[in-house]
């Protein structure tokens, strides 16, 4: 890997290498960030050992790496930090850590299986469970926002679209929390020697979960999402066993965690802008579309995935080099100023929105991008509109993840009894 000349306390990225710095109050990051999108080219994050990796913080270098997928590969990971060889080998790769081929294959088996007669059947779902989370609110009253609401939406629909029997459900839910709760956080010696056996617990468990409704499923199809992954015949192939659970993990995993929190964003912000909440409840349906794009760019769910460099590239002025790690930092491309005309305000009205938040472009597009819109928009026609609306208390309390904007808890009440 090419070093640079500067080291840590001279780098102008160092400060992302201090472990604190996630901690901070995102007014600090994102100020940290425009910062780097200040320097003239790709800026160095040393993480440790000599080895760091280079950072993309403008939206157009985000979306130039993204687009070049062979210069630079997902693989062999896209997390910070990557994942283990035994591990891969253990679970399979998921989809995002995949290039060239088998990438190919294995989304053009998943995009077949989305047929439109299931993606109509998934939106009449997501209508559906949004009406019923909402009765349930109104019927209850719980006051914390993301285990009441914006965590049964994703998992629900999820749930509902693969064909998970209802009596697995809440031990899903489980192990994707288990799974997922310390991606990316900084932790002491002992929670990090004792969570990282948790998490893989919950991952395998829930992967054997899914493999066995996969089995069954082979034997006896129905009319869901895991029959059409098992019985597929793309080039005369289908998913096996552990792409299977892979899939399943990354839907899991990245589509439940992410909706839910751009959900939970959403809320905040609305409840911090009420003159923004006061347009989108003065003709949803006109200002809908553009409200949930604008939470999801303000709140970049997926703060950063990381690149390999494959060959040989120039970008703004720096030469990539083979084995160069390069970081995708989205949530400061959907802060770039030179796309974004006053980017920490939060405006629904915002035309155009070439945001990244579901990544920059490629074949790595996210595949559930429809589908987490559908939702989000499903869900805050429910609760905006119904006789009694509800707000956000205090401030949402967040991971401190340097991988996702990630909400733990979310006070929330009623307007009006």
Known sequence: MTLPAQRHGTDPGGELAEPGFWQQPPAHRLAAFARLRAAEGP???PEGSGRGHWALVRHAQVQEASRLPKVFASAPGVTTPEPARWVRALFGDSMVNLDGPDHAQLRKIVQRAFTPRL????????????ARIVDDVLAERPDEFVSAVASRLPLEVICNMMGIPGHYRAEIADRV????????VERDLASRLRMPGRGLRALARMQRMVAGIGRERRKHPTDDLISALVCANVDG?????????????????????????AITHGLSLLTDHPDQRDLLLSDFEKYADGAVDEMIRHSTPIIQ?????????????????PGDKVVLYYASANRDEAVFPDPDAFVITRSPNPHLGF?????????GAHLARVEMKALFRELLTRPVGLRAVGLPDLAGSNFDNRVRSLRFVFERP
């Open 359 to 367: 990544g920059g472009g490629g074949p790595h597009f996210c595949l």
């Open 237 to 261: 192939q289908a998913l096996g066993a552990r792409q299977l659970g892979a899939f399943f993990s990354l839907l899991m995993v990245a589509g439940v965690e992410t909706t839910r929190n």
């Open 305 to 321: 995935f990381r690149r390999t460099v494959a060959a040989e590239h120039t970008m703004d002025g720096h030469v990539f080099r």
């Open 119 to 130: 993606l109509a059947a998934a939106e009449e779902d997501i209508h559906a469970v949004a």
């Open 43 to 45: 800026v160095f994050v």
């Open 177 to 184: 929390n288990h799974a997922s709760e310390n991606i990316g």
